[in-house]
């Protein structure tokens, strides 16, 4: 066994490297480099993999580069944000199809569907057109036999409860 009588009741002073501060303040550098990193590429994603609230503060720039380059009333300004902070929480701005987002300008260049009208007054609204989700069906090819079939008609013919023969 090692002898420990002689450091047993003894303070042994800890090493402590060049770079810790004895102050007793703790240095949240690598920590704050860290978050700069992250805050800089938040705004880089694609607009379907922004959180929440970095698409509503996009929303929110969309609305004031509007209302600048449109010379829009601050009210104006104020309900195009609301219409669009509706359409998000309505999801209709959630795919990559309804807005247009630069991820190097870090900005929304297009909302599809939304229009502005502009009333008798000189006021101006804004509308967001809802996409209907329409089912298409495809004809049979003219060349097979029997000629064009109606949409909505069955590609096989005979009894749909026997399996087909495999010819």
């Known amino acids: 066994m090692m002898n420990t009588s002689g450091i047993r009741n003894k303070t042994v002073k800890k090493s402590t490297p ?20 992250e805050t800089e590429s938040a705004f ?3 607009w379907h993999r922004l959180e929440r609230g970095l698409r509503m503060n996009r929303l929110r720039k969309f ?13 104006e300004k104020n309900n195009l944000f609301i219409l ?9 701005l959630n795919s990559k199809t309804s807005v247009i987002y630069d991820q190097d ?7 599809k569907g ?3 009208h502009r009333t008798a007054t000189g006021e101006t609204l804004f509308q967001l ?6 089912v298409t069906f495809r004809r049979r090819p003219s060349g097979s036999a029997g000629g064009a079939a109606p949409a ?13 023969s495999q010819d």
């Open 18 to 37: 060049a770079d810790v501060d004895l102050s007793g303040n703790t240095s949240f550098a690598p920590l704050m480099n860290i978050l700069k990193k």
């Open 44 to 46: 880089r994603r694609p």
């Open 63 to 75: 609305s004031d580069d509007e209302a600048k380059r449109l010379k829009l009333s601050e009210q």
């Open 84 to 92: 669009l902070n509706k359409s998000l929480e309505k999801k209709l």
């Open 105 to 111: 300008e870090e900005r929304i260049t297009e909302i």
């Open 114 to 116: 939304l229009v502005m």
């Open 129 to 134: 057109l809802e996409r209907k989700n329409a």
């Open 152 to 164: 909505n008609s069955l590609q096989s013919s005979g009894d749909p409860s026997k399996p087909k």
